[in-house]
């Protein structure tokens, strides 16, 4: 009931196409859902965030659709580039029972796009 | 510069030997964290801490340790008790536990 579920595993995308990236989750005491991108050997850094009241949010190429009823979200990335090749990680964050406040990560996608 | 520095970056470690990987951050955040990140996985949390002098134990807590004496600093000591020590280890904080976690550069443990 934790489990946040991550998909594609991998993804490769040519230069200029559109990178979508889905997770699922099952608790509706999530009420916070952020995207992280990770360079290896890098800290993963917050790309961007969205909360349950609203569907959509964007941010320059990259967008978050949130799909509540499904209790789905994911991550579009327009117009992909080769620096946009990284692993991807979604989360949630809830209060619940005595874990109050923890992000729960989805496994990652590694992105690659070609030139 | 604000954010969030661990050291060391590389780490190397003979069986049976503790280390303690440093976490600082200067964003004033109540909140601190450390993830262990292994190949293809995703972040495991080890242990958390939402105030000074206040820590709690994540879902991989096993063979780890830690201390939040000021607010600024989240060590973790990794014992000779963890069995599988090997992985990126990564610090994060908030502002407090319900908001945006931002994370360090990480510290590569290697167990010789």
């Known amino acids: 009931q934790q489990q946040v579920k991550q998909s594609p595993q991998s993804l490769i995308v040519q230069k200029g196409g559109i990178s979508i990236i889905n997770c699922a989750y099952e608790n509706t005491a999530f009420d916070y859902f952020p995207w992280y991108q990770q360079f290896p050997g890098k800290g993963p850094a917050l790309l961007i965030a969205?909360?349950?009241?609203?569907s959509e949010k964007k941010e320059g190429r990259f967008t978050i659709s949130f799909n509540k009823s499904a209790k789905q979200f994911s991550l579009h990335i327009m117009d992909s580039q080769p620096g946009d090749s990284a692993t991807y990680f979604c989360?949630?964050?809830?209060?619940?029972?005595?874990?109050?406040?923890?992000?729960?990560f989805g496994k990652g996608t590694k992105l690659s796009v070609k030139p | 510069d604000g954010g969030i520095t661990q050291s060391p970056k590389y780490l190397f470690r003979k069986e049976g030997q503790n280390v303690t990987l440093s976490c600082e951050q200067n964003?004033?955040?109540?909140?601190m964290y450390w993830y262990r990140q292994d190949p293809g996985q995703g972040l495991r949390l080890i242990y958390y801490?939402?105030?000074?002098?206040?820590?709690q134990k994540g879902d991989i807590a096993e063979g780890y340790s830690v201390s939040r004496e000021k607010k600024e600093s989240f060590p973790l000591t990794v014992t000779s008790a963890q069995k599988n020590p090997t992985a990126f280890y990564l610090c994060?904080?908030?502002?407090?536990?319900?908001?945006?976690?931002?994370f360090g550069p990480g510290t590569r443990l290697t167990v010789l």
């Open positions: 801490s939402q105030i000074v002098n206040d820590f």
């Open positions: 969205i909360r349950p009241d609203v």
């Open positions: 964003l004033n955040h109540d909140a």
């Open positions: 989360a949630a964050l809830g209060a619940w029972g005595g874990s109050q406040g923890n992000l729960i």
């Open positions: 994060a904080s908030s502002i407090d536990h319900t908001d945006t976690q931002y």
